[in-house]
């Protein structure tokens, strides 16, 4: 089975600052991996995918991340975030093979600070 | 183009009543998806449709919990009866053809169920 550990609940973070979220999972196969973003009383919003190819994704709103096989993790960072991206982050994995099926982290909660 | 559609966004009833839920996916997407998300956790899946085939509905709670897609296109999840422990938010989500994973799935704003 596959699981997905958001170990960080929060991160505080003042603006202009950089941040990194961390993503680690578990898998005896070969996953594709997702990072998602839910707004306030909105649904998620997809970020980046890793499928196959270069490990540094980079998606919109200027966050990129990297797929790491031996550490199993893929963690999300931003150079210089803004007010704005105080969101919930979300974690996913799916595996190849499967159909789609989506397993989430329990989101971390980036809070920017002015 | 519109996203994807559910109604209502809030809900609040006793328990033991009925509730109904409504989503109208992406046009075009017969992959469609119901999630439930608790406080503080991620979404988990309850049932994915192909069209009108119900195609993993293992974590679905039947005793209560139905959904159904007649005709492909919109869909109506229910909780007959309600408990305590369903309060929460309800996502759904659609998709391209799931047999290629990676497509991007994309999500209404959920209904927030509470049951008091």
């Known amino acids: 089975a596959q699981s997905v550990t958001q170990l960080d609940s929060q991160v505080p973070v003042f603006e202009e600052a950089p941040v990194e979220l961390r993503c680690n999972y578990s898998?005896?196969?070969?996953?594709?991996l997702f990072w998602y973003v839910q707004y306030p009383n909105q649904g998620l919003q997809l970020l980046l995918k890793?499928?196959?190819?270069?490990?540094l994704v980079k998606g919109i709103n200027g966050f990129e991340a990297e797929f790491n096989k031996s550490q199993t993790s893929f963690h999300l960072r931003k150079p210089s975030v803004h007010i704005s991206d105080t969101a919930e982050y979300f974690c996913?994995?799916?595996?190849?093979?499967?159909?789609?099926?989506?397993?989430f982290g329990t989101g971390t909660l980036l809070a920017v600070q002015p | 183009e519109a996203g994807v559609v559910q109604s209502p966004r809030y809900k609040i009833i006793e328990k033991k009543q009925p509730v109904a839920f409504w989503c109208n996916p992406i046009s075009g997407h017969n992959t469609l998806y119901w999630y439930l998300q608790n406080l503080g956790q991620g979404p988990e899946l309850l049932i994915r449709?192909?069209?009108?085939?119900?195609?993993?509905d293992s974590q679905l709670p039947k005793d209560r919990f139905s959904a159904e897609r007649l005709k492909g296109v919109d869909s109506t999840l229910k909780i007959q009866p309600a408990e305590l422990g369903d309060s929460a938010v309800y996502l759904c989500?659609?998709?391209?053809?799931?047999?290629?994973?990676?497509?991007?799935?994309?999500f209404g704003p959920g209904t927030r169920l509470t049951v008091l």
């Open positions: 449709y192909e069209n009108e085939e119900a195609v993993d």
């Open positions: 898998s005896s196969v070969s996953v594709y």
């Open positions: 890793y499928l196959s190819g270069s490990t």
């Open positions: 996913a994995v799916s595996v190849l093979g499967a159909t789609n099926k989506l397993i």
């Open positions: 989500a659609s998709s391209l053809v799931a047999q290629s994973p990676g497509n991007e799935q994309f």
